[in-house]
């Protein structure tokens, strides 16, 4: 009788395991969307570094005793311009949303607000994306809503606009400022 090498057992017993973390993987409540581990925690600190001549952030504003929004954008992303109009709508709605412009040159951003108009009361610029990694933010455009005392309640990947952002964004921001 031929004996089996243990070598040869790895192959399946690999495939088996990546078998069962997918499987884990697809029956999440919501498998494409990745989960952040600042919800419920308090906000983190943005970079100090502001965009040319706007206003810019403190860690105050992160809890200003109402609820703020917290919008990474960049210039250079399509999603985040389709997504402006809600932005300049809410802000004429009073709420207040700090914008974090990430991954972007100063110039077009700057130049971006400037054309299109500004809803932010304070723009952080965190070009090399740091304050980004430490939000947990995996691409523009990514939406916060924070509580008064600045604790993360809820985090939206992609644009605010269609039926996703109906149905699941909107619902949240209501609740939050029914509270």
Same mark, same amino acid.
């Given at each position: 009788?031929?004996? =089996? $090498? ?6 399946? /017993?690999?495939?088996?395991?990546? +078998? +069962? ?11 494409? %969307? ?11 600190? /943005? ?39 809600? /932005? ?11 914008? =974090?412009?990430?991954?972007? $040159? ?7 607000? %400037? ?20 939000? *947990? +933010? ?11 005392? *600045?604790? =993360? ?9 269609? $039926? ?16």
């Amino acid at each position: 009788m031929a004996k =089996v $090498s243990p070598l040869m057992l790895a192959p399946p /017993l690999i495939f088996a395991g990546f +078998v +069962v973390f997918a499987g884990i993987g697809m029956f999440r409540d919501n498998p494409n %969307e990745l989960p952040s581990t600042r919800l419920g925690g308090p906000a983190p600190a /943005l970079t100090e570094a502001t965009l040319a001549d706007f206003r810019g952030v403190t860690d105050g504003d992160l809890a200003r005793g109402e609820v703020t929004l917290v919008n990474f954008w960049a210039s250079w992303c399509p999603p985040c311009r389709a997504e402006h109009p809600k /932005l300049l709508e809410m802000a004429a709605d009073g709420i207040p949303i700090i914008g =974090v412009n990430f991954r972007d $040159s100063e110039g077009p951003a700057a130049g971006y607000l %400037e054309a299109d108009g500004n809803p932010f009361v304070g723009v952080a610029f965190d070009p090399q994306g740091r304050s980004a990694i430490d939000w *947990g +933010v995996t691409a523009p455009p990514e939406t916060f809503i924070l509580d008064g005392d *600045g604790t =993360v309640l809820f985090r939206y990947i992609g644009p605010l606009v269609g $039926s996703d952002y109906e149905h699941r964004f909107v619902p949240a921001l209501t609740e939050a400022l029914s509270n």
